[in-house]
């Protein structure tokens, strides 16, 4: 049987994916311009996909918005969180405290979270090294299209956190996929809580 869409099913059907859109990507949008980060115990950085021995772009934008933040004072630990995925030759975790301590951070100043494959494991085991350590609150810092789910996630959690969003890569498809990936994944957290 074919399912005919008349010109009125299809503009409904528009209708629907541009509210579906703009109630979804709008406060992805704004909490990343909105957000600021407040003087904290540590900085969680998030991982992202490595390239080689090296972070993505995407990832070195996290990392250098993480050393920014330290040198400027608002914590003085950081936790860095990623495992190792199929693909990558050591763990993201691993990666970016070799990137932070050739940017001038002490290793003694960071803490490795290596065992985590999602923002919401990302999330859960920073807030174990939070809890052993005694930290408090914490800065979040992930790119500007995952910033508000992160904290979201780390509200239930129970984590307290700000944050602060690191730039996208100066990529227009990568942009686009980023926040059309984090969409996806915002309106599944909305709807399966998850």
Known sequence: MKLLLTPRIRRYLLLLVIITVAVVEIPIITVAHLTQPVPSDTIIV???????????????????EAVRLYNKGFAPTIIVSGAQGSDEIA????????????NGISPEKIYLEDKS????????????????QGFRHAIIVSNASHIRRSLVLAQQLGIDAS???APMADNAYLTIKQYAREGAAMLSLLVFNR
């Open 46 to 64: 998030l991982g992202a996909k490595l390239i080689g021995n090296q972070p993505s772009a995407m990832l070195r934008l996290r990392l250098d």
């Open 91 to 102: 763990s993201e975790a691993s990666i970016m405290r070799n990137y932070l301590t050739a």
């Open 163 to 165: 944050g602060s969003a």
């Open 117 to 132: 494959y999602n923002t919401y494991q990302n999330l859960l085991n920073s807030k174990n090294i939070m809890r052993e």
